[in-house]
């Protein structure tokens, strides 16, 4: 499958903000989370 | 200098005017003797520093630049709803996520740093810098990655505005993350605003905003964070302009060789300006830094040369087979033919930064800025004669200086760095008291595995970088023309014969060639 950030913005279209928000603040917690354990990693190679 | 105090400092042994401060620090820990006994240690430790940084800096001093790039590029796409905008933006995103990636991580391995190499520089300074250097990884963390994870994989679930918030949240974001780093590092230049506190640590005193915004960070700010713009343009630049000599007719790789000129052509000459501003502000607050760029080994009461060339030899005190232009130095950093200019030989031994590393890496860094200029100059006069697209040598001198902002921003940094060197704080904590007391054996096998590591996974990472980089723009536009002059698909879902003939009918041609000649 094609990696294709832009594509896909017809399928938000309608939806209700909140929901929208919602998934903005799911994906914003689950790519920091992402890094936090990544950073968490490094810390138990380093230290 | 405070000859009483440099005949009772039995701690560092080394003549300095701020032994006051000194004894109290090092007395406390008990490590400055240490230090001596080790100095392999030290300097292994140092390698690793200067190895890791490095290779950090050139992701940053990318994405910096990408970010706002992608940012306009979102904007321009949804303000007039060119799809050229749309695959530029998709180009670089891809490009930008693995840079941002090594960038985030990296960093991470130099924070951990502070505390494995450097505990007695974290220890001392940080009451200062930790709280500053906490709002840098908060940045980077809440800002700049958090929102990532939206611009790559959040259009179709939140929608156009939203995600246009997500990347100018990225873009923010970088700069932000750079600000808190920046003030950090200019604080160990120019430190202000501390006291020492009875356990010998650093203290902050009264005011947060005078460490913040202490002398020399407005300065380093504009001029890291200009150097990170042009840096990206000359990559973007570089990248249009391969694409362009590989067919002048592709209209993403105009687009994009036109942006960065426009850069180039506007930000150089700001940025030497900005440069010139940053270099008067050093030679007020870091004197010995300007002096090891000059090559002023003597001082010159009745104005100073502008040496071009010449070797540093620290140990006599001269710049071997100097060339110079008499007194354009006053004329530069004083703006008077005649005006006088210190030299190192004004400066105790013990304080000297080595000349030679500081005295390559800004000649090195000034010939590259005048080098971008040359480019911006020679790009408006082919604007001018409507021939930005035609120039094939244009187009090979932008590919050459694609990489150029890299070796620039490094050569900065070592002079930046290397200059003031020998002190991590500058004029407060000396680097052979801020390492923290390991053996030589034990940093030597971290620095081996970071250098083992470092190659193997960052060396991937940008081969995977060029890699994309040496693809058509057009890449992953299944059904949209693949130029302006190209074959125009107006109806089925397989790709025509006429795109791509004799081959898979499921896979797009790589280049226009391919798909006129079919080969």
């Not at chain 1, 929208?20 to 989370?33: E, Q, T, Y």
């Not at chain 2, 190499?117 to 709002?135: E, K, R």
């Amino acid at each position: 499958m094609a990696f294709d950030p832009l594509e896909g913005a017809e399928d938000a279209r309608g939806k209700p903000l909140w929901q929208r928000a919602a998934w903005m603040a799911a994906i914003w917690l689950g790519s920091v989370a992402v890094l936090g354990a990544v950073a968490y990693a490094l810390r138990l190679w380093l230290v | 200098m405070n000859d009483e105090a440099v005949s009772t400092c039995g701690s560092c042994k080394q003549r300095h005017a701020w032994c006051e401060t000194y004894i109290p620090i090092t007395a406390r820990f008990g490590y400055s003797r240490v230090m001596f006994d080790q100095a392999d240690a030290l300097l292994l430790a140092r390698i690793q520093f200067a190895f890791t940084v490095s290779f950090h800096f050139i992701f940053p001093a990318f994405s910096i630049g990408l970010a706002s790039y992608l940012a306009v590029l979102e904007g321009l796409w949804l303000k007039t709803g060119k799809p050229l905008y749309k695959d530029l933006f998709k180009y670089w995103l891809k490009i930008f996520a693995i840079a941002f990636a090594m960038g985030v991580v990296s960093g991470i391995v130099m924070s951990y740093q502070f505390g494995t190499n450097w505990s007695v520089f974290s220890d001392i300074t940080g009451p200062i810098l930790g709280p500053l250097m906490a709002y840098e990884v908060l940045t980077a963390f809440f800002l700049e990655a958090g929102f990532l994870g939206v611009m790559l994989f959040g259009m179709n679930r939140v929608g156009k505005g939203l995600h246009f918030f997500a990347t100018i949240m990225v873009a923010v974001g970088t700069f932000i993350s750079a600000f808190w780093i920046l003030s950090v590092n200019s604080w160990m230049h120019t430190p202000v605003g501390w006291s020492v506190g009875q356990t010998g640590q650093l203290l902050p005193e009264a005011s947060w905003l005078e460490i913040i915004f202490n002398p020399s960070f407005p300065y380093r700010l504009v001029h890291t964070v200009i150097a990170a713009y042009l840096t990206t343009a000359f990559v973007v630049g570089g990248v249009g302009a391969w694409h362009l000599l590989k067919d002048r007719t592709n209209s993403h790789a105009r687009k994009m060789f036109s942006m960065a000129m426009w850069m180039a052509a506007i930000v150089a000459p700001i940025q030497i300006f900005a440069g010139d501003m940053h270099g008067l502000n050093t030679m007020e607050h870091q004197p010995q830094k300007v002096m090891a760029m000059e090559g002023h080994y003597q001082s010159h009461p009745y104005g100073a040369p502008l040496y071009l060339f010449g070797i540093p030899n620290d140990e006599e005190q001269r710049l071997d087979y100097a060339i110079g232009i008499p007194k354009l130095s006053s004329l530069i950093l004083k703006h008077e033919l005649d005006a006088p200019l210190a030299g190192l030989d004004t400066i105790p031994d013990a304080d000297q930064p080595p000349v030679l590393p500081v005295f390559f890496a800004f000649r090195i860094m000034v010939g590259i800025g005048f080098a971008m200029l040359g480019i911006g100059a020679w790009s408006l006069f082919a604007r001018y004669r409507k021939r930005l697209y035609d120039w094939p040598w244009l187009h090979r001198a932008a590919l050459v200086m694609g990489p150029s902002g890299f070796v620039a921003v490094i050569a900065g940094w070592i002079t930046t760095e290397v200059g003031r060197q020998p002190f991590t704080v500058y004029g407060v904590l000396r680097t052979a008291q801020s390492a923290s007391p390991l053996d030589a054996p034990a940093v030597a096998a971290s620095l081996i595995a970071f250098v083992l590591i470092y190659f193997a996974v960052f060396g991937a990472g940008t081969w995977y970088i060029v890699r994309l980089m040496s693809h058509s723009p057009h890449l992953g536009e299944k059904g949209v023309k693949r130029s302006e002059t190209g074959p125009v698909r107006t109806a089925g879902i397989t790709p025509g014969p006429t795109q791509n003939p004799g081959h898979d009918p499921d896979a797009l041609p790589h280049d226009r060639k391919e798909a006129v000649d079919g080969v």
